[in-house]
């Protein structure tokens, strides 16, 4: 899989706020984030549709192996879901069990092997600076 590069004001998880660093109701943010990572059904469909929406992001985030993809899939969906930030996103999961933890990043793993199965159905190589 080539990887693909494009400008980071292209990123959709960019423009809505997963890197920020300022925020309101941290604490329901983190309950957000910690109830979607914890529910295995939910987490797998809010991931399946911003991979799907978040075209850009995903692209440049899961054709990027030297970073941690499944991390980015459980912050990426939390923002898409409830607007938390990825910091809150690392918060919340060390509030989950490690049993919780397992299985979510099992739903990560297989959302990332889905894109890569489209990636290589498709055959694009999209590159954009």
């Known amino acids: 899989m080539k990887r693909i590069f494009k400008n980071y004001l292209d990123w959709e998880c960019y423009k809505n706020g997963l890197y920020r ?13 910690k109830d979607l990572l914890s529910n295995p059904e ?12 978040w075209v850009n992001s ?6 990027n192996k030297e ?3 499944k991390a980015w899939v459980g912050q990426s969906s939390c923002c898409y879901y409830a607007n938390v930030p990825e910091i809150l996103t690392c918060i919340a999961w060390n509030k989950l069990t490690e049993k919780q933890q397992e299985r979510a990043n099992l739903i990560a793993k297989g959302l990332i092997e889905n894109y ?5 159905q498709d055959g694009q190589i999209k590159l954009t600076l």
Not at 42 to 53: A, E, N, P, V, W
Not at 116 to 120: D, G, L, N, R
């Open 42 to 53: 939910l987490f797998k469909s809010i991931g399946q549709k911003m991979i799907d929406t």
């Open 116 to 120: 890569e199965k489209k990636y290589k």
């Open 67 to 69: 970073c941690n993809r």
């Open 58 to 63: 995903a692209d440049v985030h899961l054709t």
């Open 21 to 33: 660093t300022t925020w309101n109701n941290e604490d329901y943010l983190i309950l957000k984030a």
